[in-house]
C-alpha cells in the first residue's frame, strides 16, 4: 500500500514535468486521417454529404479535375484498396489518376450517398469508361467507385471494374 501512495504521489509531482500527450480517441477519424478544412466533421448533415458528394463527382469524373477533387474533399491519410491503384494516401492517388485519366472518357451514370446499419456513410459512383483511343465499343468499363465518408471527408475506397461485352450479347441493357 505504501509503495503504491509512494508511486501515485511521484507521478504527481513528476506530471508537470512529462511532455503533454493527449490520446486521440479512435473514433475521431476525421483528424486522425488527416482531412481537409473544406470539409466537415462527423456533425454533417445527409444533406450536406449529399451535397459534397455531388460537388466531388462532378469534379473528378464529368470535369476530370483529379487533384482539385481530391485535395478539397479527401483525407490525405486516404485508405484505398482498389486493386487499380498501387498505393493508398491522396497525394499517391492523385499521380497515379492522373496518369490514367487523360486516356479515357468517364461518363458518370449515377451518384448516390447511402448509409450501412451501423450508420456509415457511403458514395457511390456508376461510371461508363471509354478509352479515347478505342472505336465503338471496345475497350470500355463499368466501373463503380464506394467511398466512406466521416462528415463530408473521403476517407476509404473501393472499387469494382468490368469489361463491357460485345453489344447485342446477353442483356442489351447490362451494366448502364
Not at 12 to 34: C, F, K, Q, R, V
Not at 62 to 71: G, K, N, S
Not at 138 to 165: N, P, S
Request: with cysteine; charged share 15%.
Amino acid at each position: 500500500m505504501y509503495l503504491q501512495s509512494l508511486t501515485t504521489t511521484l507521478l504527481l509531482l513528476l506530471s508537470p514535468l512529462l511532455p503533454a500527450t493527449a490520446a486521440t480517441p479512435i473514433s475521431d477519424e476525421y483528424t486522425l486521417l488527416n482531412c481537409p478544412n473544406t470539409t466537415t466533421a462527423a456533425t454533417a448533415t445527409p444533406a450536406e454529404q449529399l451535397a459534397a458528394w455531388t460537388e466531388f463527382t462532378a469534379l473528378m469524373y464529368t470535369e476530370q479535375r483529379i487533384a482539385t477533387a481530391l485535395a478539397k474533399y479527401v483525407a490525405g491519410k486516404y485508405i484505398n484498396h482498389s486493386p487499380l491503384v498501387a498505393a493508398t494516401g491522396v497525394n499517391e492517388t492523385v499521380a497515379e489518376l492522373s496518369a490514367v485519366v487523360p486516356d479515357v472518357d468517364s461518363q458518370l451514370q449515377r451518384a448516390f450517398v447511402g448509409w450501412d446499419a451501423a450508420g456509415n456513410t457511403f458514395g457511390v459512383a456508376h461510371t461508363k469508361v471509354i478509352p479515347r483511343d478505342a472505336t465503338g465499343e471496345a475497350g470500355e468499363k463499368a466501373l463503380v467507385d464506394i467511398i466512406r465518408m466521416v462528415g463530408t471527408c473521403m476517407v476509404e475506397h473501393w472499387d469494382v471494374e468490368q469489361e463491357v461485352g460485345e453489344a447485342g450479347s446477353g442483356n442489351p441493357i447490362a451494366f448502364f
